[in-house]
């Protein structure tokens, strides 16, 4: 005699499936279809610029850094211009130097005039418009970005982006 299966037989096969479904959904991306924060970060640094200092001893940094991969931590900057380059958060007009800036999942983090930026000081030399400055961002799970920081006049302002 042949056995067919019930009605709750096949509602525990759909049961089943639907639970495979949500956890291997859960896998791939948050529930905003941003990647997930265990994902590996994909780091891109775009906009980079540095307005041509004023004084011979300080110098900004500007620039854009998209991560379309899960959470990263931009920890340090370092530079053949200066043995002290720092990051900065601008609030309500007071400018505070930080360790770190997080790196959202499917974010941005951006350095703009006015708002946060890297602080070059004790410069080797005074860089010039035109120059471009060598510069490595050091993410926690990153590792090593480099990228070159043109030096654009001190009035540049960027039509997009910052």
């Known amino acids: 005699m042949r056995r067919r299966p019930g009605r709750s037989a096949g509602l525990l096969s759909a049961g089943v499936l639907l639970l495979a479904g949500g956890v291997l959904t859960g896998c791939g991306s948050g529930d905003d279809g941003s990647p997930s924060s265990s994902a590996a970060p994909e780091i891109e640094v775009s906009g980079a610029y540095m307005p041509a200092p004023s004084m011979d001893t300080m110098a900004a940094g500007f620039l854009t850094v998209t991560n379309s991969g899960?959470?990263?931590?931009?920890?340090?900057?370092?530079?053949?211009?200066s043995d002290d380059v720092t990051l900065h958060s601008t609030e309500g007009g007071a400018m505070r130097e930080q360790t770190s800036f997080t790196v959202p999942s499917g974010g941005t983090l951006e350095f703009a005039s006015g708002g946060d930026h890297?602080?070059?000081?004790?410069?080797?030399?005074?860089?010039?418009?035109?120059?471009?400055?060598?510069?490595?961002?050091?993410f926690a799970k990153s590792g090593t970005v480099r990228i070159s920081m043109p030096v654009k006049s001190a009035t540049y302002s960027p039509k997009t982006g910052h």
């Open 70 to 81: 899960g959470t990263d931590t931009l920890t340090s900057v370092t530079s053949d211009l």
């Open 118 to 138: 890297l602080m070059f000081a004790k410069l080797t030399h005074k860089p010039e418009q035109g120059e471009k400055v060598s510069v490595e961002l050091h």
